[in-house]
Each structure stands twice: as structure tokens, then as C-alpha cells.
């Protein structure tokens, strides 16, 4: 994306496109999406072009601020695979996912496509999401995983956690537990 250009900027070109990143992903984080580029620009302390010239599009400016928590997402579903217990590996998984989202309004939005032309996460999210169904997939084989449970479950967890305001470490946990407890096979 935008990564290589950073290398080649000049010093004050560098330090108003830290200023944009910083204060985009203050703002998405806390008040969604919506917030426009004009607002963006006065908060960071750059004029309008300045901001047009690094993000010529809003799409950009979002694909660019959440870069970061979409590797971290799939890092999240990658540990959950490597975890030698299918259950605990999808636990950790569900947990740090919920916390991912629920603490950053702007990137639950994003990952679950409201803003879809935003995100240019496409194959990196299917990626995730084919990872995340054989997490799900060992998770049931041994037996701790309802059996009716899908990916489309954590999609409605997203999208719950997207609905959560002024979200706190303790929401998240909160939120992750009562999903897992739900997800558990009844004995």
C-alpha cells in the first residue's frame, strides 16, 4: 500500500503523515467511520490537500489506519490453530478478536464490510475466515464446540461487538465469555 512511499518522504512530509495516521485512528476508533476527511485534516493539523496528497481517498485512509488490526486479527486466528487444544485455541481466538473489535468501533465496522469499499482487506479477510472455520471445524471434532456452531456465529459476534459503546477490556472479556459459554456443547 502506502508503506513504501513513507521511506521516500521528506522529513515535515513524514511527520504530517504520522499526524494524519494518529489522528484517524484516534477518530475511527472512537466515533466509527463516519467522521469526515475535512475534520480529519483540522485535527491532524494539516490542510485538506496535505491530507488528499498521502490518501487520495477515504477508502485508502481507512485500508491504511486498520492495516494493523487486520494482522493482528489474523494472528489472533493463526495462534488459535497452533494451540495443541482445538477448545482453547478457539477460545483465545474469540477472546482477542472480541477485544480487537469492541475497543475499536472503526475497525468492527471495517472488518465486517458496513463500509465495504473502504476495505481492501478482501483476500486477507477470506483468509482469516477459511482459518477461522477449521479452528471451528477441530473445535467441534473434539467435542467441546456445539455442533451447529458456524463461521456465521462470529460474524454475529462482530457484529455485536460493533454495537458497543465506550467498549473497555472488561466489556470485551465480558462480551467473549458470554459467547463461548453460549458456543460450548451441553453435556
Known amino acids: 500500500m ?8 521528506r522529513s515535515d512530509a513524514q511527520d504530517n503523515r504520522d499526524r494524519i495516521m ?14 469526515p476527511m ?21 477508502e485508502a ?12 486479527c489474523t494472528a489472533a486466528v493463526d495462534e488459535g490453530l497452533a494451540h495443541p487444544d482445538p477448545w482453547e485455541g478457539f477460545r483465545h481466538t ?11 468501533r472503526g475497525f468492527a465496522a471495517a472488518f ?6 473502504a476495505i481492501d482487506f478482501a483476500s486477507v479477510r477470506d483468509t482469516a475466515f477459511r482459518s477461522l472455520a477449521e479452528l471451528i471445524r ?24 460493533g454495537g458497543v459503546r465506550n467498549g473497555t477490556p472488561a466489556i470485551a472479556r ?7 459459554e453460549g458456543s460450548a456443547e451441553l453435556h
Not at 485512509?61 to 493482528?72: D, G, N
Not at 465486517?112 to 469499499?117: G, I
Request: proline content about 3%; charged content about 25%.
Open 61 to 72: 485512509l481507512v485500508v491504511e489506519a486498520f492495516s494493523e488490526q487486520m494482522a493482528a
Open 112 to 117: 465486517s464490510a458496513t463500509y465495504p469499499r
Open 22 to 35: 494518529t489522528v484517524a485512528r484516534e477518530a475511527f476508533a472512537s466515533e466509527g467511520l463516519d467522521v
Open 138 to 161: 477441530r473445535a467441534k471434532a473434539s467435542g467441546r464446540l456445539r455442533a451447529d456452531f458456524s463461521v456465521d456465529d462470529v460474524v454475529l459476534l462482530l457484529m455485536a461487538s
Open 38 to 58: 475535512r475534520e480529519l485534516a483540522r485535527r491532524a493539523g494539516v490542510g485538506p490537500a496535505t491530507l488528499y496528497r498521502r490518501f487520495p481517498t477515504k
Open 2 to 9: 502506502t508503506g513504501n512511499l513513507t521511506h521516500n518522504l
Open 174 to 180: 465480558r462480551l467473549a465469555t458470554l459467547f463461548l
Open 94 to 104: 474469540v477472546e482477542e478478536i472480541c477485544r480487537l473489535h469492541v475497543l475499536d
